[in-house]
Every structure is written in C-alpha cells, then in structure tokens.
C-alpha cells in the first residue's frame, strides 16, 4: 500500500486518501457522497483512498475529481450557502450523464468492432453466444449476428 501510495503522490501530487480527506472536509461531504459526485462506488474510492489501489483509470473521473477540488480550494466556499455548495457539486455530478448519454463520447468504430469480434471468434461462436443471449438480450444477440457473422 505504501507503494501505491508513493504512485498516487507521483502521479496526483498527494496520496489519494489526503485528496479525499481535505475534499469530503471543506465540502463537509462523506467519502460515499464525494463517491457518487464523481462518478466511482464507494468501495472503489475507499480503495484508492487507503492505497489498495493506486491508480483512477478513467480520465474522466479524473477530472471531476479536479472540478470538485476547484470547488473546494474556492477562497469564498465558507461563506456560500450549503445549497450553492450543493448546486454545483450537482453539476459535477450530472456531468457523469452528459458525458455518458449525450454523445460527448465519440461513438465506437464499427468496422473496429467487426474486426475485433472476427479476430475472437469464429462465425460460429458467435452465433451460438448470440443464441444464448436471444431470450434475454435480443438486441445484443442481434449486434453479435450482425457485427461478428458476416
């Protein structure tokens, strides 16, 4: 754990367990709230936070977790109102669905897709998963038949 630890303060310039600990502390959040802000479960940032783990994968809860700290680093948070703290951890947080459901993300390449799935797997596999996915995921089996058979 002190490894990751040292990883984390290489990479983030402090542990993560500090980050959480001033954030949740300024914000007067608990970790499991400071969790859903971001976009992580609570094991995951209770993980990180203890050094279990070392490293925040995705980029984007990445940067939520840099909007958040903006937020709690702001000279007037002590004289806003717990609401206006609220709104704008709210913001951070419905950006998680923005991101994820708008389009913001590029859509995935098709032929990469095909690609991939052929290089796996033959036509034949494929269309046996896609028989076992028929009855409670028709529209997965129907990507698998279209995507990776022909």
Known sequence: MSRNR???????????????RRLTGALRVTQAQLADVVGLSAPMLSQLASGQ???IANPAVLSRVQQVAEIASDPTLGTLPPSEVERRLQAIRISIATSTFTGAVPAPDLSVIRTELQARASPAEIEQAARLLDGSHPALAKFLRAYGCH
């Open 6 to 20: 040292a990883l984390q303060q290489a990479w983030y310039g402090e542990p993560i367990g500090d980050t959480v």
């Open 53 to 55: 783990r070392a490293k």
